[in-house]
Nanobody, 126 residues
């Protein structure tokens, strides 16, 4: 079983950068695709970025493409979301998620993810 804990959220001005981290516990972390999602107040949770189990493939939502980079370190059991050129519309709670099945990915649909972290708040001021 994999457990996820996000960190790195905070308050940043528009145009700034943040680096979110997701620490995973569990011996099989390295065999699961990972993803980042976000949920803004009053909105549905939406996909941000995903990475395959071995880090060989990544995908991004159009809304963040070019501003966000997802990466993973399977030795340190961490997944990172580097965000730059942040906009007020990026304000949301950001969630890390682990894939439902071993190997494969990246996955865009929430249905493909089985384990979720508690979330970390990102607030971008204008």
């Amino acid at each position: 079983q994999v457990q996820l804990v996000e960190s790195g959220g905070g308050l940043v001005q528009a145009g700034g950068s943040l680096r979110l981290s997701c620490a995973a516990s569990g011996r099989t972390f390295s065999t699961y695709a990972m993803g980042w999602f976000r949920q803004a107040p009053g909105k549905e949770r939406e996909y941000v970025a995903g990475i395959s189990w071995n880090g060989g493939s990544t995908s991004y939502a159009d809304s963040v493409k070019g501003r966000v980079t997802i990466s993973r370190d399977n030795f340190k059991n961490t997944v990172t979301l580097q965000m730059s050129s942040l906009k007020p519309e990026d304000t949301a709670v950001y969630y890390c998620a682990a894939g439902r099945q071993r190997f494969g990915g990246p996955y865009i649909s929430e249905d493909q993810y089985a384990i979720w972290g508690q979330g970390t708040q990102v607030t971008v001021s204008s």
